[in-house]
């Protein structure tokens, strides 16, 4: 006589296209290009990779640590942002209908990296015009999205679809605020860590 498996542990059914997350991410077909074209698992990625590094070689500010650290809080700042204003009703379409998933991708790491940001501040090598170049991700990350679209016929976010926004004026609308809210992001950033820094070094030893 078979057995019947739950919904739950048919998780373990790896077959064809039917591939799904086993933590629960996903339900139904499981594309690993879609998956993986999502900011908020790029950015998770990055972040977990920066975190791992710095807890087995340590915080020591260095001009370089500080800039890759600030990129990690940076893209995970705009990450939660921008789920809370934009996507928060659409968890089945972002793969992450399991609450606890969804709640530490959009709500927990992102408090992580600003937290760790604040109690282990950069130094004084990491400044405005460095950080610019955090910029370069979220805009290849745009260019990307707006070439694979078409091709595939997917978006990973409604407002990256023309076919959801009004057409590309759509998307150029939003992808223009939250260009300017990424630049604004960026100043918060370097500016929270440098007055942070500045009272660590002010404080009395």
């Known amino acids: 006589m078979g057995t019947r498996l739950s919904?739950?542990?048919r998780a373990a059914d790896l077959r064809g296209d039917r591939l799904p997350v086993i933590v629960g991410v996903a339900r139904g077909?499981?594309?690993?290009?879609?998956?993986?074209?999502f900011f908020t698992i790029e950015s998770n990625i990055f972040a977990a990779l920066v975190l791992l590094v710095t807890a087995l070689i340590g915080d020591t500010p260095s001009?370089?640590?500080?800039?890759?650290?600030?990129?990690?809080?940076?893209?995970?700042?705009?990450?939660?942002?921008?789920?809370?204003?934009?996507?928060s009703g659409y968890t089945d379409a972002l793969q992450t209908?399991?609450?606890?998933?969804?709640n530490?991708?959009?709500?927990?790491?992102?408090l992580v990296l600003v937290t760790d940001w604040l109690l282990a501040?950069?130094?004084?090598?990491?400044?405005y015009r460095r950080a610019l170049v955090w910029m370069v991700f979220p805009l290849a990350y745009l260019v990307y999205s707006l070439v694979r679209g078409p091709?595939?016929?997917?978006?990973?976010?409604?407002?990256?679809?023309?076919?959801?926004?009004?057409?590309?004026?759509?998307?150029?609308?939003?992808?223009?605020?939250?260009?300017?809210?990424?630049?604004?992001f960026v100043w918060l950033i370097v500016a929270l860590g440098q007055r942070v820094r500045l009272r660590v070094e002010a404080a009395p030893a």
């Open 97 to 102: 209908p399991v609450p606890w998933v969804n």
């Open 63 to 87: 001009p370089r640590r500080d800039l890759i650290r600030g990129a990690a809080v940076a893209y995970m700042a705009t990450t939660g942002v921008v789920y809370g204003l934009l996507l």
């Open 151 to 184: 091709i595939v016929g997917w978006y990973p976010y409604p407002f990256l679809d023309p076919g959801k926004v009004g057409g590309y004026p759509g998307v150029a609308l939003y992808a223009v605020g939250i260009t300017l809210g990424f630049f604004l």
């Open 121 to 127: 501040p950069p130094g004084r090598g990491l400044t």
């Open 7 to 9: 919904p739950r542990l």
């Open 29 to 37: 077909p499981f594309d690993v290009g879609n998956f993986f074209s």
């Open 104 to 110: 530490v991708l959009h709500r927990l790491i992102p």
